[in-house]
């Protein structure tokens, strides 16, 4: 059967509606409610099997959902591959990503099912506890993946980070000019703080946003307020105002990245740790069977 000209327009217009829908509300909260209903008939299963000792990791219902932890486990964590791909339709990247997180959030109920709740100091726990940093540090990557983009846009003001960069340049240099006139220790501490490394501090400072050591504040500090006896020092004041600015935006642009980016640091090396510990885990289990 052709499609009309009307159809095809009805369809792009529902292909862009649905492109702005996040995907934690795809189709209709999908994935949501299909995690649910394996987390509902994981609990039921555990609760209604009348068995001593109760189910655990070594019996056939334990069994049962280690082999779904497990399949779920190796299907999630495919998502990094997945996402090179672009594709529309029913398996589009943003119904996997919804899948991931929701699948990966049943996990907890699935895979602590699986454990009977008996934790020790072995291979078997090593691989729950890893589970369970993965998923909790994918909630954070869903929480600020969520919130913190806005705020990124907000603090950018439509500027690139080499433009914000650009504006401090030429800050620093009318600072350079306007600082030649003014007392050799003034003079020095506007020096030292052109000569400081934007990006000092590291990681730390990035992700706290903290920097004890600037010397833009510092040289800030040592020129009286309001002090329009002399115009050089009035005007170098109001540049290095400019300056602590700019240095404020560029920081607070370094800090939300960094937010952004510091999970994937803990939540990749955790889910290759996952993988291994895994496999441990179940050679182990089937070795001695």
């Known amino acids: 059967m052709a499609t009309t000209p009307k159809n095809r327009f009805s369809q792009d217009e529902r ?8 995907f934690l509300k795809h189709k209709r909260f999908r994935w949501l409610w299909i995690a649910l209903v394996l987390c ?6 555990y609760v209604m099997i009348d068995q001593e000792p109760r189910p655990n990791g070594g019996s056939w219902y334990g069994y049962t959902l280690g082999t779904i932890g497990l399949g779920l486990i190796v299907w999630l964590s495919l998502l990094g591959i997945r996402k090179r791909k672009m ?8 119904a996997w990503t919804s899948a991931h997180v929701y699948l990966g959030l049943a996990l907890i109920v699935v895979g602590t099912l699986h454990t009977g709740f008996q934790i ?3 291979v078997h726990t090593l691989a729950y506890v890893l589970m369970l940093i993965v998923i909790i540090t994918g909630i954070y990557g869903v929480i600020v993946y969520a919130t913190l983009p806005s705020t990124l846009s907000s603090n950018r003001k439509e500027l690139t980070r080499a433009q914000m960069l650009e504006a401090l340049t030429a800050l620093d240099r009318q600072l350079e000019s306007a600082a030649q006139p003014l007392d050799r220790d003034k003079s020095d501490l506007v020096i030292s703080a052109l000569e400081q490394n ?12 903290a920097y004890p050591g600037c010397a833009t504040k510092r040289a800030l500090a040592s020129l009286p307020e309001h002090n329009t006896a002399d115009g050089a ?5 109001s540049l290095l105002a400019k300056r602590s600015d700019q240095l404020a935006q ?9 937010l952004l980016e510091i999970w994937l640091f803990i ?3 955790a889910t290759i740790a996952l993988l291994a510990a895994l496999l441990a885990h179940v050679v182990s289990v089937f070795y001695y069977w």
Request: no cysteine; proline share 2%; charged share 25%.
């Open 233 to 237: 020092e009035e005007r170098v004041r």
């Open 15 to 22: 292909r862009r509606n649905a492109d702005h829908v996040s």
């Open 120 to 122: 020790g100091w072995n």
């Open 40 to 45: 509902i008939v994981s609990g039921l299963g």
């Open 198 to 209: 934007v990006f000092y501090g590291g990681a730390l400072a990035r992700l706290t946003g």
């Open 87 to 94: 594709t529309t339709g029913q398996w589009s990247l943003k």
């Open 267 to 269: 939540h990749i090396p």
């Open 250 to 258: 560029i920081r607070r642009h370094l800090r939300i990245r960094a």
